[in-house]
């Protein structure tokens, strides 16, 4: 379970997280919808120790862990921009986490691999990718951690209309596979009601759940 | 047609300096003891000065890239002093700092006044600014993004430097290396005041261009102008090969 208590973060005199709260429970598909420059990706940074707070708690399975570092939360992190290493390929990307922990990475890399349809892309480099194969190797790079938690900023936003479906059902599925609990971040609607256990708006710095579909 | 002119003005300086020394005396020149010793001091100078400035230069240009804080524009303009000082004042400042009683220890574990290792110091003060503000343009057109997932991955702040950051800035790396290394090259004011002009000893290029200048041996100057302008003409090439924009 995440849990965020009274988190308050303002840069320039202008409060972006005003004593916000957010329980997203464990294995949720959580939906943050929000207007543009609203501070929904401040908040991933928040969860994921990029931004320390400067008020309030981050508690991940009751732990508070505002004072940890990145590395020491459990969680995947997908920004709007994936933010592929520049010069790994492919299979550096997705084996880059297990090389860090001292793990042999060749078996696993190729389940995600696998699993996300990108076996064939393995040897590649990544600026030879199209749109939604970066979106993938990021997702598997992502998974590669092993995470508990996976925040996905605007995962969709840069494919075309016709591959958003498909890649939608693909978060859907691997959320459910590897048991995630995912906080994903879009302006769409369609995509928060397809995908979406909770669904979360963003406004003047507080999250209000607007549906919860039992 | 501006562009032109001035390509021209700098064919025709080059041109006539190159044409004013015969092959013959340009190899008899080079040939000398005391120039292969300025060469070869020249070279290792410049290669030692570059490389201290590339092992400065890349972690301070990563810090003021990466890092907003209180000052920050004031420890940015003092970055540059080296750059706007007049060169003889560097090196009057070198010698100055010697004297004094924290320069007085230093020189007793390592003598810099009037040796080598003086002209690499002298080299390294200025070219090390030169290197930082190529390496902080380097991390300013990289993205902190990858670093940041990185983070998330399972790295400390300097392991992703080093995995992330330092492979996608390589080629700013050698550009830096590349213009510390011209710059050691032509620096001349700073080694002539702090480390001296003593043939054989802490003689280098721009130092026997001004001693053969002062005794009237026109040849001999331009002979080491030309080698110096070849010099620079392959580091400006290496630099344009591996690209300044990463």
């Known amino acids: 379970m995440i849990q965020l208590e009274h988190i308050t973060w303002s840069a320039d005199g202008r409060v972006i997280l005003d004593d916000l709260m957010l329980t997203i429970a464990s294995g949720t598909y959580a939906v943050l919808m929000g207007s543009t420059g609203c501070g929904k990706t401040t908040l991933l940074e928040v969860l994921c120790g990029l931004r320390r707070p400067q008020k309030g708690r981050v508690l991940i399975d009751g732990c508070d862990v505002t004072s940890l570092e990145p590395r020491e939360r459990g969680i995947g992190y997908v920004p709007q921009d994936l933010a592929l290493f520049p010069t790994l390929k492919v299979y550096d990307q997705i084996a880059f986490a297990l090389k860090l922990r001292g793990l042999t990475a060749a078996a696993r890399v190729r389940e995600l691999a696998d699993e996300l349809v990108i076996s064939h892309l393995l040897d590649r480099q990544t600026e030879t990718l199209s749109g939604g194969e970066k979106q993938r190797v990021a997702i598997a790079r992502a998974l590669a951690a092993s995470p508990k938690f996976l925040l996905l900023d605007e995962p969709l936003s840069a494919l075309d209309e016709a591959m958003r479906g498909e890649a939608a059902a693909m978060l859907q599925r691997i959320q459910q596979q590897h048991q995630l609990t995912v906080l994903h971040v879009t302006h769409s609607q369609a995509e928060a009601t397809q995908l979406a256990d909770l669904q979360l708006r963003f406004e003047r710095g507080r999250v209000e759940p607007v549906f919860r579909p039992f | ?246």
């Open chain 2, 1 to 246: 047609m501006i562009t032109v002119a001035y390509v021209i003005f700098w064919i025709l300086l080059l041109g006539a300096t190159a044409t004013y020394a015969t092959p013959d005396s340009w190899l008899r020149v080079l040939a000398s003891p005391e120039i292969r010793h300025a060469t070869w001091l020249s070279l290792v100078s410049c290669t030692t000065a570059a490389g201290f400035a590339l092992l400065l230069a890349v972690p301070v240009g990563y810090f003021m890239s990466r890092k907003s804080f209180c000052g920050k524009a004031w420890l940015d303009a003092a970055l540059d002093i080296p750059i706007i000082l007049p060169p003889l004042v560097v090196g009057l400042c070198l010698l100055i700092f010697f004297q004094t009683w924290a320069g007085k220890v230093i020189e007793k574990a390592i003598p810099f006044t009037y040796t080598v290792a003086g002209v690499v110091l002298a080299q390294f003060v200025v070219a090390a600014s030169f290197a930082i503000r190529t390496m902080r343009g380097t991390f300013d057109h990289l993205s902190a993004r990858p670093e940041d997932v990185a983070l998330t991955l399972g790295c400390t702040r300097f392991q992703a430097l080093w995995h992330v950051a330092l492979p996608a800035a390589r080629r700013g790396m050698v550009a830096a290396f590349c213009i510390a290394w011209a710059r050691s090259l032509g620096e001349f004011g700073p080694i002539l005041v702090f480390a001296g002009a003593t043939r054989m000893k802490t003689e280098v290029l721009p130092t026997t261009v001004w001693l053969e200048l002062s005794v009237g041996n026109l040849e001999a100057a331009v002979s080491v102008s030309l080698l110096m302008v070849l010099m620079a003409i392959v580091v400006l090439v290496i630099v344009r090969r591996t690209g300044e924009k990463v």
